[in-house]
């Protein structure tokens, strides 16, 4: 083996695989309540710079660690014969929903305001963060015995939320209708892409038997989320995806009236301190 190889075997290293609410589950959802409460007392000072350094942080060591992933899913090394393969991992192409998020926070570090980088982060404030929440409370499906691949997945995942909550917190992602219509519209923008790739790649006779299925939708390859893939496997394919659609749709609606009950909270018990003060003097 080369130097490169042998630093991609290096970081194949293994750990017990870890479970839902275990030690590194619970470090995890700690580390986030952390970052949200930093960025929480820091929202009074929030400026473009403070955005930019959240989502570069985020999506830099995000694409990082997405890169890794894949060279050492792809590097295959036999000790015992001493023989090195390259083999790619169709099924890990990082074009997710959960993926998403990774290019969007660099993308939008080079966007001015405006609305196609309004749109971009609502999708992040609304919908991505219905695959970061499900992570967070299922982690079972995303965690491996890949030490490396369990930092990846929490911090792509948990990382993500963070995002989206301080874009919400902030200020920059408005809680209004218009804002969560411009999520759902790049949302659909980005099924159609992914449902175009699940049928082009398919058809082209690359996969050798691999799976290819981004966002999950793909007509050839059952949806291996929970509940979604019992969906798939006893209804017509468009009414699955119809379903799949719809699902993350209503979810996005219930983020919304979440943030906007917890906005209209928040006002409130300003507006009482604020009388107080008044009555005071």
Known sequence: ??????????????????????????????????????????????SEKQLKIVLGVYGVIALILELLKQLIWTFNYDPISGITTWDYEWYAFPFQLCTTPIFISIICLFLKKGKVRNSLLSYMAYITILGSISTMLIPESCFVSDILVNIHTMWLHLGSFVVSVYLLMSG????????????????LIFVTIAGIMNILVYNIGILN??????????????????VFNVIQENVPYVVYLII??????????????????????????????????????
Do not use: C
Request: overall charge positive; glycine content about 4%; hydrophobic content about 45%.
């Open 1 to 46: 083996m080369n130097l490169f190889e042998k630093l991609l075997y290096f970081l194949q290293g293994e750990m017990t695989e870890p479970t839902a609410f275990g030690w590194f589950h619970v470090l995890w959802l700690v580390l986030v309540i952390i970052s949200v409460y930093i960025l929480f007392k820091r929202k009074k000072y929030y």
């Open 244 to 281: 799949y659609i719809w699902v993350l749709i209503l979810g996005s609606l219930v983020i919304y009236f979440i943030s906007y009950l917890i906005r209209y909270l928040s006002n409130k018990k300003a507006g009482v301190y604020e009388k107080d003060s008044i009555k005071s003097n």
């Open 172 to 187: 920059e992602v408005k809680i209004n209708i218009q804002s969560l219509k411009q999520s759902i519209k790049v949302f």
């Open 209 to 226: 038997g691999e799976t290819f299925n981004m966002f999950y939708i793909s007509p050839y390859f059952i949806s291996t989320l929970p």
